[in-house]
């Protein structure tokens, strides 16, 4: 009797459909059999997803060879993160507008504990995920959303000064020289920038008071013609109509 062979479910269809859709901004064909295994890893069950613990699940018999091509794939493979995240972008978000419009470009955070000093931008900061200061790496991101969803368009890490201005510390991990010390305001006044030069549906900007508060994102977004809602420290000053401060006294 011939074995019976079942057709995969829709939602595997799906998923390998999206997976051959990334591939596309991984670049070589090399990169996409290492693309499918992270990204297969990340959502297997499993509190860590470093490469290691991913690699033993997806191949307890060959843990070292599947490390390796996760950690060369993570670590060295040139494609980009941004192209990556456009690419995300031009598959999921007109799937969200068959629901309704682009609303809101959210500017967030956020926060990944840490115990060690190495991960890159690990310092003792403020972490959205315990709500206090903690040993932790900070990531600013843009979310455009609509009323039933949303989808992350640009993440980046952020790298304090400590970090910024320690040559020894970036050798170490590769920091890229181009990358120099920003504010999580001009982090995200960069993204919002960036999103406007692809001509994302726009939305009203959302953030909370560290970027309210910053009179040159305020000032930024209001150049680029996008209306906001912004929350800002109880200490904010605000002129009403005409009204502006005095002159400096000579």
């Known amino acids: 009797m011939a ?56 191949a307890p018999d060959h843990v070292q060879r599947m490390h390796e091509s996760l950690h060369h794939f993570v670590a060295e493979s040139p494609w980009n993160d941004a192209d990556m995240l456009r690419q995300v972008r031009g598959y999921v978000l007109p799937a969200m507008q068959k629901t309704g419009p682009v609303t809101a ?3 967030d955070e956020t926060s990944f504990v840490k115990k060690g000093t190495h991960s890159v931008g690990v310092a003792r900061q403020y972490c959205g995920r315990v709500g206090k200061t903690e040993n932790c790496q900070v990531a ?28 020894v510390r970036r050798r170490e991990v590769d920091v890229p020289k181009q990358v ?23 939305g009203v900007v959302l953030a909370d008071e560290v970027y309210g508060s910053s009179c040159e994102f305020r000032d930024g977004v209001a150049e680029l013609q996008l209306d906001y809602s912004l929350a800002v420290r109880s200490t904010t000053t605000v002129w009403a109509l005409e009204r502006q401060p005095l002159p400096p006294k000579p």
């Not at 305001?185 to 030069?197: G, S």
């Open 140 to 167: 600013v991101s843009l979310s455009a959303a609509t009323a039933t969803g949303s989808l992350p368009i640009a993440w980046r890490l952020y790298l304090p000064e400590e970090w910024a201005n320690d040559p």
């Open 180 to 202: 120099q010390f920003q504010t999580k305001p001009q982090i995200a006044l960069a993204q919002i920038r960036q999103a406007v030069e692809d001509k994302v549906p726009p």
């Open 3 to 58: 074995e019976k062979i079942l057709a995969p479910a829709p939602q595997e269809k799906r998923l390998a459909a999206y997976m051959d859709w990334l591939a596309q901004a991984a670049g070589h064909a090399d990169r996409q059999l290492p693309l499918r295994n992270y990204c297969t890893g990340l959502l297997l069950d499993g509190e860590r997803k470093s490469v290691e613990p991913m690699a033993a699940r997806l």
């Open 105 to 107: 470009w959210i500017v």
